[in-house]
């Protein structure tokens, strides 16, 4: 006999666990699948930190969705009684007029958002982890700071399993099959029958819907963690996280020292290597990192000591960076969530009720019209 549910969530890491957690809170009768488990390495969801800021150079479309994303971090961790959010400001670095500060501050003008700007003779004096150029300036977003991914995936799972979901971890979903009353779900080990699917499997979207095969990139993404040489200068009291522009090298992330490994950094999309999403992520080479070793001595020599680790991990692109929370083109019973384009987790909150919105309404009040299928 065919085991059958109001909603399925297929992938469970940040995107699904958040979905399955907002659907069982509103009674739904909930399954969720993923093929390893909660939080794994394979996925977009673990690392330690993740950083979250309010204002937005990407787009100023994004801030009403992260407004309603710090409410909900915060919901989680009330109902939790854990920390999951926390703020040390985020600092946005580079020309004045460049995609990254000029973008934060015409976001945060638009918006209404607190900010300031400060010149490198002011970031020597408050920030003296960073080392500036003459005409750059630091932009500091007093609202902005870090998420523990690993705790968030875990407490939406956790509250999902509480509210009644059923949570498969270990098994695949190979196949679905959609018609006018539903959905039916084939598996590794059986079938199941929902009347709306949520897909939210991040590198592998495109086994599921094939609409995405080309448009949907899974890409390599490399990180390292370094003891500082000023541990005093490098503590979250003293050096919030931070966005540096490096104008055509790309843009750059990291994170005070917050844990026992010291500080964290990493390059937007890295060298953008397209990977394999079955097959283990490639190991970290010399080329990796001399580019982060290279980096940090230049622009953060106060946290330039040993490097201590470092990892690979996967964003999942789109060609526009943007999301994908919509319907299957001609499936209205099938909500497709991701690829998120490697800025997502911090939006996990609010798209989580976003795709229960879609899955149990057909719709949504909160602004997606940005991430629908007719964008990419």
Known sequence: MTARFDVAVIGLGAMGSAAIAFLAARGVKA??????????AL????????LIRLGYFEDPAYVPLLKRAYQNWRSLEARLRTDILTITGVLQIGAPDGKVVGGT?????????????????EMARRFPAFQLDDHEIGLLDPQGGYLRPEAAVM???????????????????????????????????GRYRAGKIV??????????????????????QVVAWYQPQ?????????????????????????????????????????????????????PVNDADNALLDSFIRKRVPGAAGLRVKATTCRYTMLPSEDFLLDHMPGERNVVVASPCSGHGFKFTSVVGEILADLALHGQTDLP?????FARI
């Open 31 to 40: 399954i969720g699948f993923d093929a390893y488990f909660p939080a794994h």
């Open 43 to 50: 996925s977009s969801s673990h690392g330690d930190s993740r």
């Open 105 to 121: 501050r015409a976001s945060c003008e638009l918006h209404g958002l607190a900010h300031e700007a400060l010149d490198k003779a």
């Open 155 to 189: 407490g939406y799972l956790k509250l999902a399993a509480e509210d009644g979901a059923v949570l498969h971890f270990g098994e695949k979903v190979t196949a679905i099959e959609p018609d006018d009353a539903g959905v039916t779900i084939v598996s590794g080990t």
């Open 199 to 220: 897909v939210a499997t991040g590198s592998w979207i495109a086994e599921l819907v094939p609409q995405l095969a080309q448009a949907a990139v899974p890409i390599r």
């Open 230 to 282: 000023d541990g005093f200068a490098t503590q979250p009291q003293r050096m919030p996280c931070f966005l540096r522009d490096e104008g055509a090298d790309g843009s750059y992330f990291g994170f005070p020292a917050i844990g026992v490994d010291g500080v964290k950094i990493g390059k937007h999309a890295h060298f953008r290597e397209p990977i394999d999403p079955n097959q283990p992520n490639p």
């Open 368 to 372: 997606i019209d940005a991430f629908s």
